[in-house]
Every structure is written in C-alpha cells, then in structure tokens.
C-alpha cells in the first residue's frame, strides 16, 4: 500500500482519481477548499481536509511520509481568470508553488501535475506537439505556463521528479454543469433537461481534442509509475482526433443559440501523443461519441 495526496480531490478529475487509488487499495489524503470541488464527489475512504493550498503554513504537515502527490486543484476557467487574474493567479501559481516545495520538503517520491492545453493557444499547425512555442491567450493559460517552468526548475534545484500533464478538454461523468463557466459538454447537458438552446460561443467550428475521463485518470496512474519519467516532461493528455462544438451540439440535440466569441477562446485544438505513447505506453481507448452517451446516461440517472 502505497500513501497518496491529491490536491483538488474533490473536483471533477481528482475525484475519480481519488476512486481509482482507493479502489487498488491505497491511502489518499484529499486538500481541497471545495470552492470548485463538491462533497458529493469526496470518497468516503479519503482522508480529507478542507484547505486552500495558497497557505503553505496549514497544508505542509499533510505531506509527511507521502509517497506521491498528484496536483490537481486549480480555478481552472478561461473567463475567470479574464474577469480575475488576480484571485486566479494567486491560486493557480502560487498554489502550485506551495504543492511544489510541500512535496520537496518532506521528499515525496514524485509529484505529476495538472497542466493545460491552453498553453499552446493558436498555433499554425495541429496536432499541438510538447515542442511548440507556448502562446498563451488567457491569464489561465499563462498561469499553466509559469507553474510548468517552475516545475522544470525545481527539477534542477531540488531533484525531486515533477512530471507535467498537459490536459485537453477532459469530460465524463461528474463534469461541472452548475456554473456559467461550465465546461461545453456539462452546460449542454444541463441546457437540454431545461428545454434551452445549447449556447455557442462563436460559430461552432472550432474544434476540441476531447478525451474522456477514464483515460485521464490511466494517463496520471501511468505517469506516477513509469520508469521512463525522471522529472521535467511535459506531456499531452489528449485526442488525437478532434471534434467541433457543432459536432457536439448535434449530439446533444435540440436547438442551437450562437453568441459572441468569447475573449481567450482557441480556434483548435488536436493532440499529437507520440510522447505519450513513448513515454507511458498510455493512448485513449474510448471514442468520443460513446464517451458522450456514457456522460449522458450518468447524468439521466444521476438526476441532474
């Protein structure tokens, strides 16, 4: 039995992560404020503890005798972080930080951090390869950016291996409905039980890497264990095949309401996982539209 902490915990991704360990049979202690993670989501075999991770004096102690620590909390918006890069940046960067050093003080074995696609923002070619040239759009996708550079640098400082995820558009069942910001696939959800149109942002053509969230969490399980990962990788969690809004909105059914592009928002994103694939053996197993249905029929039977 191996001693896990995941920060985030019970968010959409932590949570399901926080599943899987303890179904294998290890310890998780779970941080997180629940200002985006919901109690409903916590596994009761967690340990867990309401913190915010921006104070390093209250979370520090949690990292004793920890074997792995997967990083997930976040205030993980594109708009927010627009209307607040203040608050956002306080949480995303020097949040990671205090996670980062918690770990390295108490010589955790590994640290696998929650990074962004949006770090790659528009880039001329697709699919987005690791090598690319970062053009952030957002104070989020910035955000991402510093804590990844930290990361590489804390690598060379402190020699504890942080390996960093680069996440694309992440969906399946727990996925955020509740919200103004919610992510595409749980606002459509959520817009169709209430007879609504299915609001786009834009014309609808722009395209998304989806990748369901049990890949997502056989991709983190992969990077916490390979032995090819010494520390600093980047590396995309993704589809290689990409989907429109559109698309998706058909899938959904009903009727469609287009507004105006919103600022910070990528035109495309497709993701090249030949690192992965080299790197942790991990690609992803489930095609997008049954992800769909299976995230649909969660949240018929979930009563949402």
Same mark, same amino acid.
């Given at each position: 039995?191996?001693?896990?902490?995941?920060?985030?915990?019970?968010?959409?991704?932590?949570?399901?992560?926080?599943?899987?360990?303890?179904?294998?049979?290890?310890?998780?202690?779970?941080?997180?404020?629940?200002?985006?993670?919901?109690?409903?989501?916590?596994?009761?075999?967690?340990?867990?503890?309401? !913190?915010? *991770?921006?104070?390093? $004096? &209250?979370?520090?102690?949690? %990292?004793?005798? =920890? /074997?792995? #620590?997967?990083?997930?909390?976040?205030?993980?918006?594109?708009?927010?972080?627009?209307?607040?890069?203040?608050?956002?940046?306080?949480?995303?960067?020097?949040?990671?930080?205090?996670?980062?050093?918690?770990?390295?003080?108490?010589?955790?074995?590994?640290?696998?951090?929650?990074?962004?696609?949006?770090?790659?923002?528009?880039?001329?070619?697709?699919?987005?390869?690791?090598?690319?040239?970062?053009?952030?759009?957002?104070?989020?996708?910035?955000?991402?950016?510093?804590?990844?550079?930290?990361?590489?640098?804390?690598?060379?400082?402190?020699?504890?291996?942080?390996?960093?995820?680069?996440?694309?558009?992440?969906?399946?069942?727990?996925?955020?409905?509740?919200?103004?910001?919610?992510?595409?696939?749980?606002?459509?959800?959520?817009?169709?039980?209430?007879?609504?149109? !299915?609001? *786009?942002?834009?014309? $609808? &053509?722009?395209?998304?890497? %989806?990748?369901? =969230? /049990?890949? #997502?969490?056989?991709?983190?399980?992969?990077?916490?264990?390979?032995?090819?990962?010494?520390?600093?990788?980047?590396?995309?969690?993704?589809?290689?095949?990409?989907?429109?809004?559109?698309?998706?909105?058909?899938?959904?059914?009903?009727?469609?309401?287009?507004?105006?592009?919103?600022?910070?928002?990528?035109?495309?994103?497709?993701?090249?996982?030949?690192?992965?694939?080299?790197?942790?053996?991990?690609?992803?197993?489930?095609?997008?539209?049954?992800?769909?249905?299976?995230?649909?029929?969660?949240?018929?039977?979930?009563?949402?």
């Amino acid at each position: 039995m191996k001693k896990y902490l995941i920060t985030g915990g019970a968010g959409f991704i932590g949570s399901h992560l926080v599943d899987k360990l303890i179904g294998q049979g290890h310890k998780v202690i779970v941080i997180d404020n629940l200002s985006t993670g919901k109690k409903e989501n916590l596994n009761s075999k967690a340990d867990f503890h309401n !913190l915010n *991770i921006c104070d390093f $004096g &209250e979370i520090k102690s949690l %990292f004793q005798n =920890i /074997d792995y #620590v997967f990083h997930l909390a976040a205030i993980p918006r594109v708009p927010i972080s627009i209307e607040d890069p203040v608050s956002t940046s306080k949480a995303n960067i020097l949040g990671t930080i205090n996670v980062f050093k918690a770990g390295i003080d108490n010589k955790v074995k590994r640290i696998v951090f929650a990074s962004s696609s949006s770090v790659y923002g528009n880039q001329e070619k697709l699919p987005l390869q690791e090598d690319m040239r970062p053009s952030p759009l957002s104070p989020y996708a910035l955000q991402k950016l510093t804590s990844e550079r930290f990361a590489k640098l804390f690598v060379q400082l402190y020699k504890v291996p942080i390996i960093c995820l680069r996440y694309f558009n992440v969906y399946g069942p727990r996925i955020d409905f509740d919200s103004d910001y919610s992510l595409v696939l749980g606002k459509f959800l959520k817009l169709r039980t209430q007879n609504k149109p !299915l609001t *786009i942002f834009g014309d $609808g &053509e722009q395209t998304r890497g %989806f990748c369901y =969230i /049990d890949d #997502v969490i056989q991709a983190n399980i992969k990077a916490m264990q390979s032995n090819n990962l010494k520390g600093k990788e980047v590396i995309n969690i993704g589809n290689n095949k990409s989907y429109s809004i559109n698309y998706l909105a058909e899938i959904i059914g009903g009727k469609v309401e287009f507004l105006p592009t919103r600022l910070g928002d990528i035109r495309h994103t497709q993701a090249d996982i030949s690192l992965a694939k080299k790197l942790i053996d991990w690609e992803p197993k489930i095609d997008f539209r049954q992800g769909v249905e299976k995230t649909k029929q969660w949240f018929k039977e979930n009563g949402k």
